[in-house]
T-cell receptor
Framework: AQSVTQLDSQVPVFEEAPVELRCNYS??????LFWYVQYPNQGLQLLLK??????LVESINGFEAEFNKSQTSFHLRKPSVHISDTAEYFC???????????FGQGTRLTINP | NAGVTQTPKFRILKIGQSMTLQCAQD?????MYWYRQDPGMGLKLIYY???????DKGEVPNGYNVSRSTTEDFPLRLELAAPSQTSVYFC????????????FGPGTRLLVL
């Protein structure tokens, strides 16, 4: 069965500093990977996804993630964070057999002014 | 499109009471899911459905029941509420295919006392 590990439960950073949220997945022949964001008191929404092709994928608000097959990782990065990025971030992999997402435990990103 | 809608937003139940959490989507998606989210625990899949009339258990189905009589609706039933079912419940839907985005509802916060 697929599994996802998010290595940090909480990440505090200062505004305008860079950030990396780490995600590792269990190895598989082919994987489809996702990052979801949950702003306070809201549901989850898709941030970005890797399906195939370029290993670097980007979101519209400056986040990017790189698929690294040899390290089975899909880390999320942003070069300069803003207060509005305060949220919980979930990494997920698609279980293709059952057509369902398997989520990591989540990483709470806190931005300090 | 309204997307995925959930009712109620918040509910307090007494131990042993029953209730139904409603979920509806207007995107004609085949796949629908129910998750629960507890602090620091990520999302746990309760039940899911791959189409009308077809449901299957997720990781934590005990104490819950579902039905899928139409494509649009996927209600979650709690028969005998227990304090362990205090949680935030999210419904989600997606279309068929690995590339499809999963959309989440705003959540139902349930407190069992």
């Amino acid at each position: 069965a697929q599994s996802v590990t998010q290595l940090d439960s909480q990440v505090p950073v200062f505004e305008e500093a860079p950030v990396e949220l780490r995600c590792n997945y269990s190895s598989s022949v082919s994987v489809y990977l996702f990052w979801y964001v949950q702003y306070p008191n809201q549901g989850l929404q898709l941030l970005l996804k890797y399906l195939s092709g370029s290993t670097l994928v980007e979101s519209i608000n400056g986040f990017e993630a790189e698929f690294n097959k040899s390290q089975t990782s899909f880390h999320l990065r942003k070069p300069s964070v803003h207060i509005s990025d305060t949220a919980e971030y979930f990494c997920a992999v698609l279980d293709q057999g059952a057509q369902k997402l398997v989520f990591g435990q989540g990483t709470r990103l806190t931005i300090n002014p | 499109n309204a997307g995925v809608t959930q009712t109620p937003k918040f509910r307090i139940l007494k131990i042993g009471q029953s209730m139904t959490l409603q979920c509806a989507q207007d995107m004609n998606h085949n796949y629908m899911y129910w998750y629960r989210q507890d602090p620091g625990m990520g999302l746990k899949l309760i039940y899911y459905s791959v189409g009308a009339g077809i449901t299957d258990k997720g990781e934590v189905p005990n104490g819950y029941n579902v039905s899928r009589s139409t494509t649009e609706d996927f209600p979650l039933r709690l028969e005998l509420a227990a304090p362990s079912q205090t949680s935030v419940y999210f419904c989600a839907s997606r279309d068929s295919g690995y590339q499809e985005t999963q959309y989440f509802g705003p959540g139902t916060r349930l407190l069992v006392l």
